[in-house]
Structure formats: C-alpha cells, structure tokens
C-alpha cells in the first residue's frame, strides 16, 4: 500500500477515520493525502467574475489553514518524515470529487468516517459511502464515528465462496500481516444453503493454497437472521474490522443487509469496515 487517500468535513464524525488512516500510512510507510471538498456555486452572476475568483482563491486558503488545525488538532504526534499532502478541492459532489482524486493520486485505499450511528447503517442510507462503495477503484475503509480502533488486531472477513474472495483475503493478509493481525474467515448463511460445510472445506484449502498467511481460521455459522448474527460474530471474536467483497451484482452487503433488518438491529457496530471492489482486484 503506497497512497492513502482520507476524506474530512471536519467533523467529530470524520476524526476515528483519521486517526486509523495515519496508523495504516505509519504502518506501510506510504503518502496520506488529507482531503476536504467544498462547494461555492455562483448563485447571481451566470459567469466566473473577478469578485467570484477572489472569493473562491479565500476559500482555498482559509480550507486549507482549517485542514491542517484539524489534522493537528486530532493526532497526539506525527512522523516528522511522513509523506503527507492536503489537497482542499472544489466541487459539487463530495463522492465525485473523492474518486476523481483517488484515480488522479493513483490511491491504493479511500478512508473516510460515517455519519451514521453505525458504519453498516451509514452504508445502506448514506449517498456518499453508497457511490463510493460501488465506484471506488481501490479498496474503501469506513469508520465508525464511535470507533477507538488504531490497532488491528483481529479481522473477520465475510465470505460467499466466490473466486474474487481469494484475490481479496490475499491482499487483506497484506495488511494483516503489517498488524501481525488474525484473519477469521467466516460464512454465515441459512441451513438452507446447499452443501455449505463441503464448500467450506473446498474454499480452505483453494485459499491455503493461494494465500500464504498463517493466521487465519475459518467459521460456518448457520442463521435466519444473518444481519443480526454477523453483528453478534463480530462482536463474539472482538473484530477490529470486518471486511467485504463489493460485487456489481449480488453484493455481500445487498445480499444479507436488507432495509428491514438494519430497521431491526439491536446492536449498533462500532468495528470500522474495509470493502474491496472486484473491479479493482
């Protein structure tokens, strides 16, 4: 991991994201580039005017000043030779303007926080983490505003026993491996299912063979009511993250995250989520 793109509106909700993002760049040694997008439309005048410019050219300074206090402002200490960048961007879209940086600074991972009370509720209502989550080109990491979690020492990922799942955990073991992290590789599906414990023995052993990464271990877990018991799984083996597979068509998230049961959650998850695009393995 070379480039980490994070994101901010400077607010509360925006600083667990920020501070996960600076461990993950101490812990590759790679480029953080800290981001804010603003907007200032032109309400009276239909053409860019001098006074437009002016106002526009105070705006960047200001944001800028504003980016750097928050950045300082929200971590005890920072690596004196980190390769840092704040980048204060204009546009009327948040998540647009989020991927268009990303793809121009070649970001291996977007890292932004989530407004909602929780990261996977933020995922299904929120319009920026919904774009982002399907058009990212590299992989996106969500954070709870609640989240404490700079250290990551144990992370689920949450399998449907696709070929693009291996390509993702061998990257995961990547970062794992920089945390000296357990991967817990779990499965949680309807009895239903058809022959769920034969793919899961077929699935461990096509990932052993693909994924050299000795901390790993794999969990079939049966359920009706998969929404609730993944939140219960994550919370069983103290995850620090859980990870997922964001496909075009039938996405984990789409596939288990259902309206219905985020209206039913007891339990709010307070781990941040890393989601790998297929288009982007």
């Known amino acids: 991991m070379k480039t980490i793109l994070y994101a901010t509106d400077y607010s509360e909700n925006s600083v667990s994201a920020l501070q996960l993002a600076y461990s993950l760049a101490k ?14 439309p032109i309400t009276l005048a239909s053409t860019v005017t001098v006074s437009y410019l002016k106002k526009e050219e105070k705006l960047y300074v200001e944001n800028r000043a504003k980016l750097k206090n928050f950045f300082d402002h929200n ?25 268009e940086n990303a793809i121009k600074f070649n970001a291996d991972l977007i890292c932004v926080g989530a ?6 509720k933020e995922l299904l209502l929120g319009s920026t983490a919904k774009t982002l989550l399907k058009k990212s080109p590299c992989a996106l990491l969500v954070v709870p505003a609640n989240s404490e979690k700079t250290q990551l020492n144990k992370m689920v990922y949450a399998t449907d026993f696709e070929q693009a799942d291996i390509f993702a955990i061998t ?4 970062i794992a491996q920089k945390f000296d992290a357990q991967i817990r590789v779990v499965h949680i ?25 000795a901390k ?47 209206q039913q959650m007891v339990k709010i998850s307070s781990v941040p989520l890393l989601s790998f695009n297929v288009g982007g393995l």
Do not use: C
């Open 27 to 40: 812990k590759f040694s790679a480029k953080l580039i800290v981001m804010h997008v603003f907007d200032m």
């Open 75 to 99: 971590l005890d200490t920072v690596e004196m030779y980190m390769d840092l960048n704040f980048v204060i961007y204009e546009g009327t879209s948040v998540s647009s303007s989020i991927l």
């Open 115 to 120: 407004k909602g009370a929780s990261v996977l």
């Open 171 to 174: 990257k995961l073991a990547k």
């Open 189 to 213: 599906t309807t009895r239903n299912e058809y022959d769920g414990e034969g793919q899961m023995e077929w699935f461990k052993d096509t990932l052993r063979e693909k994924v050299d990464y």
């Open 216 to 262: 790993m271990e794999f969990d079939l877990v049966f359920s009706e009511q998969i929404f609730e018991d993944l939140l219960w799984y994550l919370e069983n083996a103290e995850a620090d993250l859980l990870v997922m597979l964001e496909r075009k068509e039938g996405a984990f998230y789409q596939k288990y995250f259902q309206p219905d049961l985020v």
